[in-house]
């Protein structure tokens, strides 16, 4: 590998960034200090399979071919553990079939040894929208901490290499990886499918077919027009976001994210992070465990690239429980300060029309990082797993040349300022999340998907416990007015807090008609939230005792982004006679729904991160 281009000069850091990073560190100082405790404890300073026993040792290297099994048994080389998510269900994840021979046979060029470790789970929310199996999809994501700890419990590596990119599928990974801290981890990704059907197209026809106008088999050429082969639904949800957030944090290679499965470029860089990653093991004299690379400000930077970006709000739950698992406290109020100052830097749907290719074309994560740094608004001195410069490290993007990656530098200006912006001329001036709080409770809303002129909605409440009902509601002519739709029972510990994207076109269509409409839940969208303008995550829940609980039908509703306001205006004291409603949900059974029910009784908060791992 071979880098190039010019350095981005070290700034000041903003102000509020700093009081913010400040406060986090205070805030978890005891909490930081155990997990470095443990992690030192958990340092072996020498390969791993030195400390096996001759049994352990021959069981861990029995299945091996002969060449590896030498390397194994003398146990002097360094041995790298291969965590995977594949399956050929996910398009995202159908490349990493091949993934890891190619990575067996980098490590044996390298001098070293890499074995499979462990498969995680790894859903799909796309087929699981609107059905039960979703409901499983948040826990999945601590499902996958625990399997990837136990694929590392062997104790038998000396690096970890992470193969995952979808939703709940890499904050999982990034958990149980912190779970072994002191090992050097790396991310691979396997990037997007090729762009089809535009986001906006697609839309239109879910919004057509909500109103009856479009046939079954008019969706499902529009739908499978848009996701049409391997690789990485192309926009800017969870999944995508996922990506930008493990660049901003240095656990790419610089501008992996959204290299092609089919690019040539995307099987050297798979080969380079092979290298990279024994690098950072104790044998290759650069040692920098994840746990140590995973701080305060690295976690900043995640949310602040977030931010910049208009990336998913299930992140606003996610990375609260990765910055727990490496003993790091954050809150909505963190988010909140922070999207003040950070300005939104792109368009991508929903933020806009154009998709994680084109957003890739005019700049991508690099360039959005390298911005980010020219004004202090990142921190640039952080250990990544990359380069000797900070952050800055990652602010260059991979080419191929002679067979090998080369890292160059970023022309000064965006190539399509209408997808990615410069610092000095952003879409606006802060980022694309709100904190909302009032009567109902807290919750967060994606501002920067919804047009400012629907940022303050006050309408009458009509409220629902299912997404259904709401549905069968607007199938029925109900809905055709102004309100607010107030979807209770959808939290964590009520049904598991699935994604509630089953009437996004219900609302869009009743938006696109001229009603002004929102939505106020205890549950949770994604990324993909659009034009809606949504009260997501509204805590505490209802089934918790949640005040949202106390919504009425006809009950005014205000929700205002620029004020941060989110209540019924209803009088103080009938508000306080009410009470709320029995939780009616009777379908805890069927579709391994049952065996979830110990995780729904524990599981904290989505402030909190909505885990069942850390209570």
Known sequence: MTTSGQQTQQVAINTVVDAVTQRITERSKTLRAEYLARLEQLRNRGPRRASLSCANQAHANAAADSKTKIWLNQAQKPNIGIVTAYNDMLSAHQPYATYPDQIKEAALRFNATAQVAGGVPAMCDGVTQGRPGMELSLFSRDVIAQATAIALSHDAFDATLCLGICDKIVPGLLIGALAFGHLPTVFIPAGPMGSGLSNKEKAAVRERYAQGKATKEELLAAESAAYHSAGTCTFYGTANSNQMLLEAMGLHLPGAAFVH?????????????????????????????????????????????????GGSTNHTIHWIAVARAAGILIDWQDFDELSSVIPLLTRVYPNGTADVNAFEDAGGPTFVIRELLSQGLMHADVMTIFGDQGLASHTTRPE???????????????????????????????????????????????????????????????????????????????????????????????????????FTPVLGSLMSAGYKVALVTDGRMSGASGKVPAALHVSPEVAQGGPLGKVRDGDMIE??????????????????????????????????????????????????GASTLFI
Do not use: C
């Open 559 to 608: 929700l205002n982004v620029h004020t941060g306001e989110l209540r019924a205006l209803v009088d103080d004291a009938v508000w306080a006679s009410r009470t709320n409603p029995s939780i009616g949900i009777d379908s805890s059974y069927g579709y391994g729904r049952d065996l979830f029910v110990a995780q729904r009784r524990v599981v904290t908060s989505p402030e909190q």
């Open 400 to 502: 191929l040349k002679d067979g090998k990656v080369a890292f160059v530098a970023h022309p000064e200006k965006s190539s399509d300022p209408a997808v990615v912006r410069n610092v000095d001329e952003p879409f606006a001036a802060t980022g694309g999340l709100r904190l909302l709080q009032g009567n109902l409770g807290r919750a967060i809303v994606k501002a920067s998907a919804v047009p400012e002129d629907a940022w303050i909605v006050r309408s009458p409440a009509k409220v629902f416990e299912s997404q259904d009902a709401l549905v069968n509601a607007y199938k029925a002519g109900q809905l055709n007015q102004d309100f607010v739709a107030v979807v209770i029972f959808q939290g964590p510990q009520a049904n598991g807090m699935p994604e509630l994207h089953h």
């Open 261 to 309: 499965p089919s690019d040539p470029l995307r099987h050297a860089l798979t080969d380079a992070a092979v290298e990279q990653v024994l690098k950072l093991t104790e044998a290759g004299g650069d040692y920098r465990p994840i746990g140590h690379v995973v701080n305060e400000k690295t976690i900043v930077n995640a949310v602040i690239a977030l931010l910049a970006t």
